[in-house]
Nanobody
Framework: QVQYVESGGALVKPGGSLNLTCTASRLIMFTIATMGWYRRAPGNGRELVAHIDGGGRANYVDSVNDRFTISRDNGKKTLYLQMNKLKPEETAVYYC?????????WGQGTQVTVSS
């Protein structure tokens, strides 16, 4: 079973930045897999934030476009999410997984809290 380990979440003030990291060391096909960052805000369902294919082509939901950057290091089987100009409504647990996540495997996630 794939194991995702997310890190980098923290308490940050509105307008601040964070860089999230996710390792997927057991994902044999990481190099060619499209990977995504998702988030679940309190009281909401999990939503896709961004995804990136094996060749580095990225897509974002409109609300984070121009503020978030997804990237990957295939050699390290690691996924990143640079988040700038964070907003309070982006307080959530952030997860990484394949996109689409057909086997519904999830890690523990990392908590991002945006508050003054």
């Amino acid at each position: 079973q794939v194991q995702y380990v997310e890190s980098g979440g923290a308490l940050v003030k509105p307008g601040g930045s964070l860089n999230l990291t996710c390792t997927a060391s057991r994902l044999i096909m990481f190099t060619i897999a499209t990977m995504g960052w998702y988030r679940r805000a309190p009281g909401n369902g999990r939503e896709l934030v961004a995804h990136i294919d094996g060749g580095g082509r990225a897509n974002y939901v409109d609300s984070v476009n121009d503020r978030f950057t997804i990237s990957r290091d295939n050699g390290k089987k690691t996924l990143y999410l640079q988040m700038n100009k964070l907003k309070p409504e982006e307080t959530a647990v952030y997860y990484c997984a394949m996109y689409p996540n057909r086997d519904n495997s999830w890690g523990q996630g990392t908590q991002v809290t945006v508050s003054s």
